[in-house]
T-cell receptor, first 109, second 116 residues
């Protein structure tokens, strides 16, 4: 079967660092996406990992370990506008993205 | 604005109604997608069109009927829906439905559907 696990909710303080973990078990795997979704808005692309290791993009970084079926999204210097849901998604085929339920992050002052 | 628009943004329909959701992308992409997002559930891929051909149909009930008349437009025709079909329906597009390569999907804002 297919399964993606990520925490349902997290809270962190403005200016801090937060790590959102994602574990996956899928039949077929091409890469791992992270999307951000603010309430009532469309998901927007944050990062994509296909090889093991860390990809850094400004305040956001994403890590992948294919052998462990594990990824994380690291957010640095948190801002209030980072309060959103963060969706982990495994690319399981040519056109197929299998999503987790998302992690709702609340940033507090 | 992601370049993908959806109409209507909100829809309330009875179980015997027939309605259609519309998606339009202005990005020159060749692949388009319908997703369903229910509360506390993951995004579920429903249909994929690549170059106007349907390439994925993930066991979706026949009361949902997609149509892709050209690479810029995608419709989801709805008929005799059930209350459990109430959800946010998201459309997305990507440059192409290529095999095993990275293609970021751009999402529209979604249609919030309520079936009464």
């Amino acid at each position: 079967g297919q399964n993606i696990d990520q925490p349902t909710e997290m809270t962190a303080t403005e200016g801090a660092i937060v790590q959102i973990n994602c574990t996956y078990q899928t039949s077929g795997f091409n890469g791992l996406f992270w999307y951000q979704q603010h309430a009532g808005e469309a998901p927007t692309f944050l990062s994509y990992n296909v090889l093991d290791g860390l990809e850094e993009k400004g305040r956001f970084s994403s890590f992948l370990s294919r052998s462990k079926g594990y990824s994380y999204l690291l957010l640095k210097e948190l801002q209030m506008k980072d309060s959103a849901s963060y969706l982990c998604a495994a690319q399981t085929g040519a056109n197929n993205l299998f999503f987790g339920t998302g992690t709702r992050l609340t940033v507090i002052p | 604005e992601t370049g993908v628009t959806q109409t209507p943004r909100h829809l309330v329909m009875g179980m015997t109604n027939k309605k259609s959701l519309k998606c339009e992308q202005h990005l020159g992409h060749n692949a388009m997608y319908w997703y369903k997002q229910s509360a506390k559930k993951p995004l579920e891929l429903m249909f994929v069109y690549s170059l106007e051909e349907r390439v994925e149909n993930n066991s979706v009930p026949s009361r949902f009927s997609p149509e892709c008349p050209n690479s810029s437009h995608l419709f989801l025709h709805l008929h005799t829906l059930q209350p459990e079909d109430s959800a946010l329906y998201l459309c997305a597009s990507s440059p192409e439905g290529g095999s095993g390569t990275f293609h970021e999907q751009y999402f529209g804002p979604g249609t919030r559907l309520t079936v009464t």
